[in-house]
């Protein structure tokens, strides 16, 4: 229980606070229900602190937030009631006018979705300028000289021709820092950052990060940061509050949550993250169960159906925050007086899968030299002016019961290399041969059976479902396509589908929008398995769940490799997810795989400089692990693949560049034991040139590809 030292702790923050909100509440009304998105939500923030909201899609964080600008739309939503108290001003109570100068000023929001937010049809020049020549009276030519300062104080190159470009002509990592100067334009006293890296590369996402840290203590501006990776809130933020079904659950610093978590669903959350320092097969610990529907509420803890320590009061009384005596919050029963010292967290341990049936004598994918061109067109005849080279020739092959994680920033072609093996995409040059048939010379009836055996979980599940028709009867389709099963028992094998991805039957005459995001991904999951595949590309399946629900997918996709003897591509930007479900890694870069090697290879002696920079931006939850890590920030966006860079294609980027990497392209080298690199850091030939910085990766260059004894490379650094 809390003592009264930590009462006179409170009263020193409470006097700090740039914001406190009591007992805030917000519904929405639709059909007749109340959904109860905040119910009773309290906390402070401090002047110059980054405070996290974390938790599961609908527990409430981003409506919070929305409420302090009073930005909730009316109707269906209501703030009904609680006191949002913003340096000294009831901000319930302010006038539209003073609400209009209070927005962007005083409290500006980073969007989850930039491209959504910015608005189409201005350029993103006028957009920065608004805020300013409204709010800080700034004439259009002061506010453009001060916009391009800020595009430049966020990373953008060019700042004065960038600031002409419209939104699509930018970069997703570009299109959120341009957001981030929108935000900082008037330099606010609170910044709200609602997911700004959720859709972003990792090497992207830590460009963001170290940009948004580094201005935040050079401003001193209070920051709420709301996410659901907690390995990003492990970087960012001095407290965090863990928000559940509307409610804050738990609450505390950030050293305290993640060395020592108190409520059972904060447990449940790190037991979910699939984590960099594991290998492979680990099997993770998902918690149970769906979030709850929000205008269904269980009675008692709001957690009980899904929480393993539940007891009788559990389900007859809603505790209250309890304070404990280190200063952390939690709602739970477990730390009331008549419970306290009973609370000890059930170390679950995570176990080993079972190995999949790998068979490395029997090569199921065969795939050389392929390449993907998209011609650019122009003029009335459509002449084909360029190319945009998606894929340039990528050369691996995968093993009947293997897993290929295939990684690499947006845009580098793994989707459409993924794509263009199962022939949706007709290739420009090279072979794919599936069980030894070249797939470039069949057709009709051989390719119908071919795409039997060749299948694909798209990455957004809910795009890919025919909205018009049940799921029933988009999982009973591709049966009757390919005579699965006679006509009559169709709905059987759905059923059994449905089960076998932890689905319940009784779904299946549901239309796709009555599911949440993590029951379509099973849904699509069950449709790709439906026809009994031998191999299956899954596109980013789990880049847009919950932690919860990620675990939940991940360990589906063991259980039915171990079942069904199936071969997966993985294709993920998630460095930490790759390593939990591969067997093997490719790295790709601008269209070239540059990297291929096995996964303790590749995350515990990574060689090419892309892949040793993409590890090092991973962020984690482990602190020790955050503290000791040197992270390697790449400079600039990947270039365009219309015109890539003559030699190395990464050159541009390369910390350790030298001058054949911009003249000569280099090969992709053996290495040993399968190890592939395609780096001249690597090949004897060109080592010798490199200059001092890159003196580490010469000595494993050399280590692994001995040179002439008379040709030295230069001396390590000091």
Not at 304 to 323: G, Q
Not at 369 to 381: D, Q, S, W
Not at 650 to 659: E, I, Q, S, V
Request: with cysteine; net charge negative; aromatic share 6%.
């Amino acid at each position: 229980m809390a003592d009264q030292s930590s009462a006179t702790a409170t009263q020193a923050q409470t006097s700090d606070a740039i914001l406190s909100v009591n007992d805030l509440r917000v519904s929405f009304f639709s059909e007749g229900q109340e959904v109860k998105a905040v119910d009773g939500i309290s906390y402070e923030l401090k002047r110059g602190e980054v405070l996290g909201v974390v938790g599961e899609s609908g527990s409430g964080k981003s409506v919070s937030a929305l409420s302090l600008m009073q930005l909730i739309d009316s109707p269906p939503g209501r703030i009904l009631g609680g006191e949002i108290n913003f340096d000294g001003e009831d901000v319930l109570s302010m006038s539209t006018r003073e609400l209009r100068n209070l927005r962007g000023n005083d409290i500006a929001m980073i969007f989850q979705e930039p491209l959504t937010a910015l608005n189409p049809v201005f350029t993103v020049g006028d957009q920065i300028l608004e805020p300013l020549m409204l709010h800080q009276g700034l004439s259009k030519r002061a506010a453009q000289e001060r916009a391009i300062e800020l595009l430049r104080q966020v990373g953008v190159p060019s700042p004065e021709e960038r600031i002409k470009n419209f939104p699509h002509e930018m970069s997703g990592g570009m299109r959120q820092r341009a957001m981030i100067a929108m935000a900082l334009s008037c330099n606010p006293k609170i910044l709200i950052a609602d997911e700004p890296t959720t859709a972003l590369d990792v090497s992207i996402q830590a460009q963001i990060l170290d940009l948004m840290r580094d201005l935040q203590r050079e401003s001193q501006t209070s920051m709420m940061f709301i996410t659901h990776d907690l390995a990003v809130v492990n970087e960012m933020c001095d407290r965090v509050n863990v928000m559940y079904s509307g409610r804050i659950v738990e609450q505390g610093t950030t050293p305290q949550l993640f060395s020592e978590p108190k409520h059972p669903y904060s447990w449940g959350l790190f037991d979910s993250i699939p984590r960099i320092e594991e290998e492979r097969g680990v099997r993770l610990i998902p918690i149970k169960g769906q979030p709850p529907n929000l205008a269904r509420m269980p009675q008692g803890c709001k957690f009980n159906p899904r929480c393993p320590y539940a007891f009788d009061r559990c389900f007859t009384a809603e505790p209250p925050l309890i304070p404990l005596d280190n200063g952390q919050t939690v709602r739970c029963w477990l730390y009331d007086e008549e419970h306290e010292g009973t609370a000890e967290r059930i170390e679950f341990k995570r176990e080993r899968t079972i190995d999949s049936r790998m068979d490395l004598d029997d090569v199921i994918l065969d795939v050389t030299n392929l390449k993907k061109y998209f011609p650019i067109t122009k003029g009335v005849f459509q002449r084909t002016v360029g190319h945009v080279q998606a894929v340039d020739d990528i050369t691996f092959d995968l093993h009947r019961g293997e897993t290929l994680g295939l990684v690499g920033e947006s845009g580098c072609g793994k989707s459409t290399a993924g794509r263009t093996i199962l022939r949706l995409l007709d290739p420009t040059d090279g072979v794919v041969r599936f069980s030894g048939r070249d797939l470039a010379d069949i057709e009709g009836k051989e390719l119908k059976e071919m795409r039997r055996r060749m299948q694909i979980i798209f990455q957004d599940p809910f795009s890919s479902l025919n909205p018009r028709r049940t799921v029933g009867s988009i999982l009973a389709q591709p049966l009757r396509l390919h005579d699965i099963v006679p006509s009559g028992e169709a709905n059987d094998r759905v059923s059994q589908l449905l089960e076998r991805v932890g689905l319940n039957p009784s779904h299946a005459e549901r239309y796709p929008h009555e599911f949440s995001g993590g029951q379509r991904q099973r849904i699509g999951v069950a449709r790709a398995i439906s026809v009994n595949p031998d191999f299956i590309v899954a596109d980013e399946p789990v880049s847009a769940l919950d932690v919860s629900i990620q675990a939940q997918i991940i360990n589906l996709l063991h259980d039915l490799q171990h079942e069904l003897g199936l071969s997966y591509i993985f294709i993920a930007h998630d460095l930490s997810v790759v390593r939990s479900v591969s067997d093997r890694i490719a790295v790709m870069y601008l269209g070239q795989i540059v990297e291929l090697a096995d996964n303790r290879a590749i995350y515990e002696d990574p060689l090419h400089p892309y892949t040793r920079a993409l590890l090092s931006a991973v962020p984690t939850v482990d602190p020790q692990a955050a503290n000791r890590r040197s992270r390697i920030i790449l400079e600039g966006d990947v270039p365009s693949p219309i015109n890539p860079p003559s030699g190395c294609r990464f050159h541009t980027r390369c910390p350790y560049a030298f001058d054949a990497c911009s003249r000569v392209a280099p090969l992709m080298l053996d290495v040993g034991d399968g190890h592939q690199v395609r780096c001249h850091l690597y090949d004897p030939n060109h080592a010798p040139q490199a200059p001092q910085r890159a003196a580490e990766l010469i000595a494993r260059a050399r280590e692994l590809h001995p040179v002439d004894a008379t040709t030295d490379p230069p001396p390590k650094p000091e």
